[in-house]
């Protein structure tokens, strides 16, 4: 008996206490959370093809994320932060009939007039058009395909 009692004594010293197994618990559950719910890496993004309008022109962006697609919708139901404001990328993306396309689109109240103009006047000057930015002030959300 003497020997069984001493094992089952040295078994206890060496369990943790249970709030220290719940508080592991806990950890582990959060980190996982956190991993794997909401806008981890892991998690699909949102998107959105927008199509502007500048004078007779179009052009198109694709958004990714709910903030930016949030601020297309403002932007197309009157917001004051209405001017899509990106970085020029060569090549077509989903800016269809264009030879770039914009990244890093966010919308604007105000700009500077350097990187104000047409689509058109991208095309001719290419990637430096405005310092590398097109920041179009009369173009207007025409459309917005959610995906």
Not at 36 to 65: H, K, M, N, Q, W
Not at 111 to 139: I, L
Request: net charge neutral; glycine share 12%; aromatic share 6%.
């Amino acid at each position: 008996m003497a020997l069984q009692t001493s094992q089952r004594d040295d078994a206890m010293k060496s369990r943790p206490p249970a709030w220290a197994l719940q508080l592991l618990a806990t950890m582990i559950l959060s980190c996982v959370s956190l991993a794997c719910g909401g806008d981890g890496p892991t998690a699909p993004s949102r998107g959105a093809l927008v199509t502007f309008r500048v004078a007779d022109e179009t052009f198109r962006i694709y958004l990714v994320g709910q903030r930016g697609i949030d601020a297309a919708h403002q932007a197309a139901n009157g917001g004051r932060a209405s001017i899509p404001n990106g970085r020029i990328i060569a090549g077509t993306g989903v800016n269809a009939g264009w030879s770039w396309h914009l990244e890093d689109v966010e919308f604007a109240e105000l700009t500077t007039e350097v990187c104000d103009g047409r689509p058109s006047d991208v095309e001719r000057r290419g990637v430096s058009f405005g310092g590398g930015r097109f920041c179009p002030w009369t173009a207007r959300v025409i459309s917005i395909e959610e995906k």
